[in-house]
């Protein structure tokens, strides 16, 4: 276990039980360098438990990188409530969770992931202040949506040379609750839109609202675009697909986009910019963070629009490094998270 935790560079791992409400979950802390740990509580089936505490390992320390790169004075963790095989009381349940966090002290906030709703959060609320996505809070796609919008304007500023998406093509996979928010920002702006989702009510939606162009599932990834805009599923950019991207950048919404790491290297090997999706996605975690530091609105906005700046900037070092996106993102991450470990005395040594 503790040669796992050390793989994952996490610093504290917790189990809670509680035989009344059938709670078995687990808090993986990745990081409370930059402030409070936050990140999406899971609450799904797992055949063995040790698959539950790897899905919290696994996911903890993106976490951090996210959260870092946001600018928010937050670092990562994850949650896994192992949903009880028989039939149980859901409101006991996260009451029971919330309970757990609170045992931390506010190292860890909770937020919403698979299997979590808005309603489980606000029963989690009722035994901890440490948790955001309430119904208070409201749902955060609306904020990833914009943060994805002005991730999408700074790689074509910097791709393309333009300062408009007025008549661009994008190709949009997923018109879920992201998806379809940015189809709206994007024909608003003046973009054509190419979309798929395996849900034809979606599709058509988009269809009517926006004028787009439908396509089946399989056939999203050659269509003729400027943006391709993953906003469904994870690991859709692999050896198998970005041979047959026919794009000039890719920038959207999904987690987890590359299905290995080399993937973010064979985009570069085709000279297609990756906006890289922890970066981009990032609107909704500012939103959750920001509310729960009581600050929303106009400021809330500007925090999230700044994720088109982030993204220049590694747009900006990746050229002038020759290296991938993706990895200049993670060493920007690394480097945030060291220098708020790095004890002041040391730094200013370092610097003299
Ligand atoms: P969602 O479930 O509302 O939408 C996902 C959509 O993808 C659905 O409409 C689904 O039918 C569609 N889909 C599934 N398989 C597909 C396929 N093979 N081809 C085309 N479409 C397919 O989810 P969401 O909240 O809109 O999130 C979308 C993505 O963005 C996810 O990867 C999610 O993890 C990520 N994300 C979401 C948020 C947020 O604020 N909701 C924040 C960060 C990241």
Same mark, same amino acid.
């Given at each position: 276990m503790f040669k796992q935790m050390e793989h994952a560079g996490l610093t504290d791992l917790h189990f809670g039980l509680d035989p009344a409400s059938g709670l078995k979950a687990i808090i993986a802390i990745h /990081?409370? +360098?930059? #402030?409070a740990a936050i990140g999406g509580c899971r609450c799904i089936h797992y055949a063995r438990e040790q698959d539950a505490v790897t899905d919290a390992l696994r996911l903890a320390h993106g976490m951090s990188y996210k959260a870092a790169l946001a600018g928010l004075p937050h670092g990562g963790g994850k949650a896994v409530i192992i949903e009880p095989e028989q039939p149980y009381d859901r409101h006991h349940l996260m009451a029971a969770f919330g309970r757990f966090v609170e045992q931390l002290g506010g190292r860890y906030i909770t937020a919403m992931d698979s299997g979590t709703e808005v309603s489980d959060m606000d029963s989690i609320a009722t035994t901890t202040r440490?948790? /955001?996505?309430?119904s208070a809070s409201g749902d955060p796609s609306p904020h990833t949506a914009l943060g994805v919008f002005a991730g999408i304007q700074a790689a074509v500023r910097h791709?393309?040379?333009?300062?408009? *998406? @007025? #008549?661009l093509t994008v190709s949009i996979q997923g018109l879920g609750h992201v998806g379809h928010a940015i189809a709206a920002r994007l024909h608003a702006a003046g973009a054509r839109l190419i979309v798929s989702d395996i849900d034809p009510d979606k599709v058509r939606l988009c269809v009517d609202q926006f004028d787009a162009k439908a396509v089946a599932a399989d056939a =999203?990834?050659?269509?003729?675009?400027d943006v391709f805009c993953p906003c #469904?599923? #994870?690991? =859709? *950019?692999n050896a198998t697909t970005i041979p047959q991207l026919n794009c000039a950048l890719v920038a959207g /919404? +999904?987690?987890?986009? *590359? +299905? @290995?790491?080399e993937d973010g290297n064979r985009l570069r090997a085709r000279n297609i910019l990756y906006a890289p999706d922890y970066v981009i996605n990032a609107g909704g975690l500012i939103h959750v963070a920001l509310h729960h530091a009581g600050i929303d609105g106009e400021q809330r906005d500007a925090k999230i629009r700044a994720i088109g700046d982030t993204l220049t900037h590694l747009f900006n070092e990746a050229d002038r490094t020759r290296q991938s996106v993706h990895h200049v993102a993670d060493l920007h991450a690394e480097a945030l998270l060291k220098a708020a470990t790095t004890p002041l005395s040391e730094q200013e040594h370092r610097h003299a």
């Amino acid at each position: 276990m503790f040669k796992q935790m050390e793989h994952a560079g996490l610093t504290d791992l917790h189990f809670g039980l509680d035989p009344a409400s059938g709670l078995k979950a687990i808090i993986a802390i990745h /990081s409370t +360098a930059r #402030g409070a740990a936050i990140g999406g509580c899971r609450c799904i089936h797992y055949a063995r438990e040790q698959d539950a505490v790897t899905d919290a390992l696994r996911l903890a320390h993106g976490m951090s990188y996210k959260a870092a790169l946001a600018g928010l004075p937050h670092g990562g963790g994850k949650a896994v409530i192992i949903e009880p095989e028989q039939p149980y009381d859901r409101h006991h349940l996260m009451a029971a969770f919330g309970r757990f966090v609170e045992q931390l002290g506010g190292r860890y906030i909770t937020a919403m992931d698979s299997g979590t709703e808005v309603s489980d959060m606000d029963s989690i609320a009722t035994t901890t202040r440490f948790v /955001s996505c309430t119904s208070a809070s409201g749902d955060p796609s609306p904020h990833t949506a914009l943060g994805v919008f002005a991730g999408i304007q700074a790689a074509v500023r910097h791709r393309l040379g333009r300062t408009t *998406l @007025e #008549g661009l093509t994008v190709s949009i996979q997923g018109l879920g609750h992201v998806g379809h928010a940015i189809a709206a920002r994007l024909h608003a702006a003046g973009a054509r839109l190419i979309v798929s989702d395996i849900d034809p009510d979606k599709v058509r939606l988009c269809v009517d609202q926006f004028d787009a162009k439908a396509v089946a599932a399989d056939a =999203i990834y050659a269509v003729e675009a400027d943006v391709f805009c993953p906003c #469904g599923l #994870g690991a =859709i *950019l692999n050896a198998t697909t970005i041979p047959q991207l026919n794009c000039a950048l890719v920038a959207g /919404s +999904a987690n987890n986009q *590359l +299905a @290995e790491d080399e993937d973010g290297n064979r985009l570069r090997a085709r000279n297609i910019l990756y906006a890289p999706d922890y970066v981009i996605n990032a609107g909704g975690l500012i939103h959750v963070a920001l509310h729960h530091a009581g600050i929303d609105g106009e400021q809330r906005d500007a925090k999230i629009r700044a994720i088109g700046d982030t993204l220049t900037h590694l747009f900006n070092e990746a050229d002038r490094t020759r290296q991938s996106v993706h990895h200049v993102a993670d060493l920007h991450a690394e480097a945030l998270l060291k220098a708020a470990t790095t004890p002041l005395s040391e730094q200013e040594h370092r610097h003299a």
